[in-house]
């Protein structure tokens, strides 16, 4: 399976702040993923980032708020922007193939004050 | 949406002891996923499903695709304590151009030495 690593591990910002994280893989990979882990709660899919275009996002996520930019196969970033203490959670990005299976990132830990 | 319904919840059991959870679904899903996410980590992905009726081992655990394609169960063998984490079961329905994996809420594991 693909290496992947997310930036920053973890961040405390401040309300009203923007934060990108950044996921990198180490194989070119034709899909790649961003998830939000609420705190206690289950993974749930924020949108599939699109190589040369633009993400497809999930129900309740918009593209004003969590921009998205997949640049080639092996990278992807994620912003989180005008931050809100609701926002605090774990983001994780997946990849995934041909073969429906999608491994994880180690996440990226946002608290928001 | 969709939606997984995992169980049980949560289970405490000492070393040694089997361990059964399971997911189950009103729709159909092409590919059933189980993962084990560590406190501070990513899912990390345990077994993949792809064929109704598919029985598939990894090491003490073993996970079956049901054959309605509705519902799919992992067990874990003579349990250890470092089996001790959150498994999240995932559902895959792919087709078009939205490849989404739908997670259950998790069961957590805690195992007594």
């Known amino acids: 399976s693909a290496v992947i690593s997310q930036k920053p591990s973890r961040d405390i910002c401040q309300r009203g702040t923007s934060l990108t994280i950044q996921c990198q893989v180490d194989?070119?990979?034709?899909?790649m993923f961003w998830y939000r882990q609420q705190p206690g709660q289950s993974l749930t899919l924020i949108a599939t980032?699109?190589?040369?275009?633009?993400?497809?996002?999930e129900s309740g996520f918009v593209i004003d708020k969590f921009p998205i930019s997949r640049p080639n196969l092996t990278f992807s970033t994620l912003t989180v922007s005008n931050m809100s203490p609701e926002d605090s959670s774990i983001y994780l990005c997946?990849?995934?193939?041909?073969?429906?299976?999608?491994?994880f990132g180690p996440g990226t830990r946002l608290t928001v004050l | 949406g969709q939606q997984l319904n995992q169980s049980p919840q949560s289970m405490f059991i000492q070393e040694g002891e089997d361990v059964s959870m399971n997911c189950t679904s009103s729709?159909?899903?092409?590919?059933w996923l189980w993962y084990k996410q560590d406190p501070g980590e990513g899912p990390v992905l345990l077994i993949a499903?792809?064929?109704?009726?598919e029985l598939t081992s990894n090491g003490r655990l073993t996970a079956q695709f049901g054959i309605t394609r509705k519902d799919s169960f992992l067990n874990i063998s003579a349990s250890i304590p470092s089996d001790v984490g959150i498994y999240f079961c995932?559902?895959?329905?792919?087709?078009?151009?939205?490849?989404?994996?739908?997670f259950g809420k998790g069961t957590l594991l805690t195992v007594n030495p």
């Open positions: 997946s990849v995934g193939g041909l073969t429906d299976t999608q491994y």
């Open positions: 980032a699109n190589q040369g275009s633009e993400a497809t996002y």
């Open positions: 729709s159909i899903f092409n590919t």
């Open positions: 995932a559902g895959f329905k792919s087709g078009g151009s939205n490849y989404k994996l739908t």
């Open positions: 499903l792809y064929k109704a009726g």
């Open positions: 194989s070119q990979v034709t899909m």
